[in-house]
C-alpha cells in the first residue's frame, strides 16, 4: 500500500491550494482527481474546437493578488468591465466615473448615489449584519432607488440564491474574503484554466498526482482516517482532505457510524443551489460589443425569478449572464466564442421546456441585451445540467452547498481529527474560486501546525 503524510480527494481549486501551498512549505501530498483534468469548475475546455469556460465566467482581481503573493506567481490578466442591462442601457462595474454616468442616463440622481455610497460606510461594521440578516434587506437600507436596486440584487443574483435568502454577511467588507475584491473583475489572458495549471504546477514539486481515479471510501480506523480506497487501489495517508464536497465527503465516502448523529443530520440537512444550464456560442466577429466589456450580465425580476426557479418551472424570462472574452483579447480576429449560463429549475422539469427556454434566450433574450445579438449567432452548443455532469465529472451549480439564513458554513476541520474538508462547502463564507482558494489555505495551515511546519505568507 502506497503511503503519503497528506491524501487530497479533487483537485478543484481547494485541493489544489492545499496541495501547492504544502509543496512549497516541504510537505508532500498524493491528488486524486477522478477526470483527466485539474481546476474543477475554473476550467476552460475546447469545445467544437474553440476554449471556452466552464464555470466562474470571471475572477476577482484579489485572487491574482493572492497567487503573486503566496506564490510568487503572476498570472497575465487584463482589467475587464462587468455591464448590467437596466432599463435599456448598461450600468457596468467596477464603479467610478464611468458607473456614475452610466446610472445618471438611468435617471438615478448624484444625491442618490451618494446617499449610498455614503450608507455604504456601514457595511465595514459587524452591527450591521446583526440588523439586517439577509443580501436583499441590506439593498434595501442602503437605497429606495429601483435603478441602483436592480443592479445591487442583479449582481447578487449571480449567487444562485435569492437575495432575501443571501446571508447578509456575504457584504462584511473586513471579512477574510474582502480581499479578493469580486466587484474589481479580470480576465486571465488564456482562459481560467490557467490558474489550476500554475498551481498544479507548484503542487507537482513536491507532490503527485492519480488522474481518472475515484475514490470510493475513506476508511476510519479508531477514530483517524486511516486510508482512502480508490479505483487503482488503497492509499495510507497520515493526513485526509476532501474537496470533493461536504456532503459526498460525510453522507458517501464514510461509514455512518464514523461522526456524531447530530453532526451527520446538520449535513444531511444542507441544501443545493441552482444548477446551471450552459450554451457554448459563437458569433460573427462583424458583431461589436462595447470595448473594454468582457461579461454582460441580463436581469429581469430577480427575485421572483428564484421563487419560480424553486417551485420546478422556468420564468417566462431568464436572467442570464454572457462572457464574451474574445471581445478583450489581444489581436482577436475569428469569431466571438462565448458561455451563456441561466439556471435550471428544481425538480422535474416538463418535457420540452428547456428546449423552448433556450431558444426563446437565444431570440428574444439576446434582443433584449443587444439590438442584432440574435441574427449575429453562428453556432451553439447546449449543456444542460445531465450532459454537463456527465462530461466534465462535476456538477454545474454555483455553490456545491446552498448559503441561507439558517445555515452557518461548517469548520475546515470535521469530527475525524486527521480529516479535513475545502472547496464551496467550508468556511470561510463567500463566493465559488475566492473561496475554495481561501479554505484551501486555512487547511493547509492547520496541517502545517500539527506537522510542527512554519507557515510564512498566509
Same mark, same amino acid.
Do not use: W
Given at each position: 500500500?502506497?503511503?503519503?503524510?497528506?491524501?487530497?480527494?479533487?483537485?478543484?481549486?481547494?485541493?489544489?491550494?492545499?496541495?501547492?501551498?504544502?509543496?512549497?512549505?516541504?510537505?508532500?501530498?498524493?491528488?486524486?482527481?477522478?477526470?483527466?483534468?485539474?481546476?474543477?469548475?475554473?476550467?476552460?475546455?475546447?469545445?467544437?474546437?474553440?476554449?471556452?469556460?466552464?464555470?466562474?465566467?470571471?475572477?476577482?482581481?484579489?485572487?491574482?493578488?493572492?497567487?503573486?503573493?503566496?506564490?510568487?506567481?503572476?498570472?497575465?490578466?487584463?482589467?475587464?468591465?462587468?455591464?448590467?442591462?437596466?432599463? @435599456?442601457? =448598461? #450600468?457596468?462595474?467596477?464603479? $467610478? /466615473?464611468?458607473?456614475?454616468?452610466?446610472?445618471?442616463?438611468?435617471?438615478?440622481?448624484? *444625491?442618490?448615489?451618494?446617499?449610498?455610497?455614503?450608507?455604504?460606510?456601514?457595511?465595514?461594521?459587524?452591527?450591521?449584519?446583526?440588523?439586517?440578516?439577509?443580501?436583499?434587506?441590506?439593498?434595501?437600507?442602503?437605497?429606495?432607488?429601483?435603478?441602483?436596486?436592480?443592479?445591487?440584487?442583479?449582481?447578487?443574483?449571480?449567487?444562485?440564491?435569492?437575495?432575501?435568502?443571501?446571508?447578509?454577511?456575504?457584504?462584511?467588507?473586513?471579512?477574510?474574503?474582502?480581499?479578493?475584491?469580486?466587484?474589481?473583475?479580470?480576465?486571465?489572458?488564456?482562459?481560467?484554466?490557467?490558474?489550476?495549471?500554475?498551481?498544479?504546477?507548484?503542487?507537482?514539486?513536491?507532490?503527485?498526482?492519480?488522474?481518472?481515479?475515484?475514490?470510493?471510501?475513506?476508511?476510519?480506523?479508531?477514530?483517524?482516517?486511516?486510508?482512502?480506497?480508490?479505483?487503482?487501489?488503497?492509499?495510507? @495517508?497520515? =493526513? #485526509?482532505?476532501?474537496?470533493? $464536497? /461536504?456532503?459526498?465527503?460525510?453522507?458517501?465516502?464514510?461509514?455512518?457510524?464514523?461522526? *456524531?448523529?447530530?453532526?451527520?443530520?446538520?449535513?444531511?440537512?444542507?441544501?443545493?443551489?441552482?444548477?446551471?444550464?450552459?450554451?457554448?456560442?459563437?458569433?460573427?466577429?462583424?458583431?461589436?460589443?462595447?470595448?473594454?466589456?468582457?461579461?454582460?450580465?441580463?436581469?429581469?425580476?430577480?427575485?421572483?425569478?428564484?421563487?419560480?426557479?424553486?417551485?420546478?418551472?422556468?420564468?417566462?424570462?431568464?436572467?442570464?449572464?454572457?462572457?464574451?472574452?474574445?471581445?478583450?483579447?489581444?489581436?482577436?480576429?475569428?469569431?466571438?466564442?462565448?458561455?451563456?449560463?441561466?439556471?435550471?429549475?428544481?425538480?422535474?422539469?416538463?418535457?420540452?421546456?428547456?428546449?423552448?427556454?433556450?431558444?426563446?434566450?437565444?431570440?428574444?433574450?439576446?434582443?433584449?441585451?443587444?439590438?442584432?445579438?440574435?441574427?449575429?449567432?453562428?453556432?451553439?452548443?447546449?449543456?444542460?445540467?445531465?450532459?454537463?455532469?456527465?462530461?466534465?465529472?462535476?456538477?454545474?451549480?454555483?455553490?456545491?452547498?446552498?448559503?441561507?439564513?439558517?445555515?452557518?458554513?461548517?469548520?475546515?476541520?470535521?469530527?475525524?481529527?486527521?480529516?479535513?474538508?475545502?472547496?464551496?462547502?467550508?468556511?470561510?463564507?463567500?463566493?465559488?474560486?475566492?473561496?475554495?482558494?481561501?479554505?484551501?489555505?486555512?487547511?493547509?495551515?492547520?496541517?502545517?501546525?500539527?506537522?510542527?511546519?512554519?507557515?510564512?505568507?498566509?
Amino acid at each position: 500500500m502506497e503511503e503519503y503524510p497528506v491524501i487530497i480527494i479533487g483537485a478543484g481549486i481547494g485541493g489544489l491550494t492545499t496541495a501547492a501551498y504544502l509543496s512549497k512549505i516541504g510537505i508532500p501530498s498524493a491528488l486524486i482527481e477522478k477526470t483527466s483534468f485539474a481546476g474543477g469548475r475554473c476550467s476552460t475546455r475546447v469545445i467544437s474546437g474553440s476554449p471556452y469556460e466552464i464555470g466562474a465566467l470571471y475572477l476577482g482581481g484579489g485572487v491574482f493578488d493572492r497567487l503573486r503573493t503566496i506564490f510568487n506567481v503572476k498570472v497575465p490578466s487584463l482589467k475587464i468591465r462587468c455591464g448590467v442591462k437596466i432599463n @435599456g442601457r =448598461l #450600468v457596468s462595474f467596477p464603479v $467610478g /466615473l464611468k458607473t456614475a454616468l452610466e446610472l445618471t442616463a438611468c435617471h438615478v440622481s448624484l *444625491p442618490e448615489m451618494l446617499g449610498m455610497r455614503y450608507r455604504s460606510r456601514l457595511l465595514s461594521k459587524p452591527t450591521t449584519f446583526e440588523t439586517y440578516k439577509s443580501v436583499g434587506e441590506v439593498f434595501d437600507f442602503l437605497t429606495e432607488n429601483a435603478v441602483l436596486r436592480k443592479f445591487l440584487h442583479s449582481t447578487a443574483g449571480l449567487s444562485g440564491v435569492r437575495p432575501y435568502r443571501l446571508p447578509a454577511n456575504y457584504l462584511y467588507s473586513k471579512s477574510p474574503l474582502a480581499r479578493y475584491r469580486s466587484q474589481n473583475p479580470e480576465y486571465v489572458i488564456g482562459g481560467n484554466g490557467e490558474i489550476p495549471r500554475l498551481l498544479l504546477q507548484i503542487a507537482l514539486k513536491g507532490s503527485h498526482i492519480f488522474y481518472d481515479t475515484e475514490v470510493k471510501k475513506i476508511t476510519v480506523k479508531d477514530g483517524h482516517a486511516d486510508a482512502v480506497e480508490t479505483t487503482r487501489g488503497m492509499l495510507k @495517508g497520515n =493526513l #485526509v482532505v476532501s474537496n470533493a $464536497g /461536504l456532503r459526498k465527503t460525510i453522507l458517501g465516502l464514510v461509514e455512518n457510524e464514523c461522526f *456524531p448523529f447530530d453532526y451527520r443530520n446538520r449535513v444531511k440537512g444542507l441544501g443545493e443551489t441552482l444548477r446551471v444550464v450552459n450554451i457554448f456560442l459563437t458569433f460573427s466577429h462583424a458583431f461589436k460589443f462595447p470595448k473594454g466589456f468582457s461579461v454582460f450580465l441580463m436581469p429581469y425580476d430577480v427575485d421572483q425569478e428564484f421563487l419560480t426557479l424553486d417551485s420546478g418551472a422556468f420564468p417566462l424570462n431568464s436572467m442570464y449572464v454572457l462572457q464574451v472574452p474574445s471581445n478583450v483579447e489581444p489581436a482577436s480576429r475569428q469569431d466571438h466564442r462565448a458561455t451563456l449560463q441561466f439556471y435550471y429549475p428544481r425538480g422535474d422539469v416538463a418535457p420540452g421546456s428547456l428546449d423552448n427556454q433556450v431558444k426563446h434566450i437565444l431570440q428574444e433574450g439576446l434582443e433584449d441585451l443587444f439590438k442584432g445579438l440574435s441574427g449575429a449567432v453562428t453556432g451553439y452548443v447546449v449543456y444542460d445540467p445531465t450532459r454537463y455532469e456527465k462530461e466534465f465529472g462535476f456538477a454545474p451549480y454555483v455553490f456545491g452547498v446552498s448559503p441561507d439564513l439558517q445555515y452557518a458554513r461548517f469548520p475546515v476541520e470535521t469530527p475525524i481529527d486527521n480529516l479535513f474538508c475545502v472547496g464551496d462547502s467550508v468556511e470561510p463564507d463567500g463566493p465559488c474560486v475566492p473561496q475554495a482558494m481561501e479554505s484551501g489555505l486555512e487547511c493547509a495551515r492547520m496541517i502545517a501546525r500539527r506537522l510542527g511546519v512554519k507557515t510564512p505568507g498566509i
